[in-house]
Nanobody
Framework: QVQLVESGGGLVQAGGSLRISCQVS????????MGWFRQAPGNERDFVAAIRWSGGITSYADSVKGRFTISKDNTKNTVYLQMNSLKPEDTAVYYCACKFRASVSVTTGYDYWGQGTQVTVAS
């Protein structure tokens, strides 16, 4: 059974940094996509970033480009989201997601989701 477990969320001051992690268990990646999404209260879940497991090509939402970096550790089956220059509007529950197949889209079609981790940025 595939499980995704996020960790590393918390409270940070505006302008600060935070790194969140997502470990995948139950299946080993050889291809596919890992993504990060976020959902603020009253809003829909939005795409944040994604990384293709084979080749490591990354994609970012315009709102986080230049501030957030997605990376992966193949040996740990883990994906990270390094968040710098955080803003209050980055406050949300952050979810990781994955799909174990090659796909053109990195914003839709994910099969498995984590439970989410809260990131709060204080002004």
């Amino acid at each position: 059974q595939v499980q995704l477990v996020e960790s590393g969320g918390g409270l940070v001051q505006a302008g600060g940094s935070l790194r969140i992690s997502c470990q995948v268990s139950g299946r080993t990646f050889s291809s596919g996509v890992m993504g990060w999404f976020r959902q603020a209260p009253g809003n829909e879940r939005d795409f944040v970033a994604a990384i293709r497991w084979s080749g490591g090509i990354t994609s970012y939402a315009d709102s986080v480009k230049g501030r957030f970096t997605i990376s992966k550790d193949n040996t740990k089956n883990t994906v990270y989201l390094q968040m710098n220059s955080l803003k209050p509007e980055d406050t949300a529950v952050y979810y990781c997601a994955c799909k174990f197949r090659a796909s053109v889209s990195v914003t839709t079609g994910y099969d498995y989701w984590g439970q989410g981790t809260q990131v709060t940025v204080a002004s």
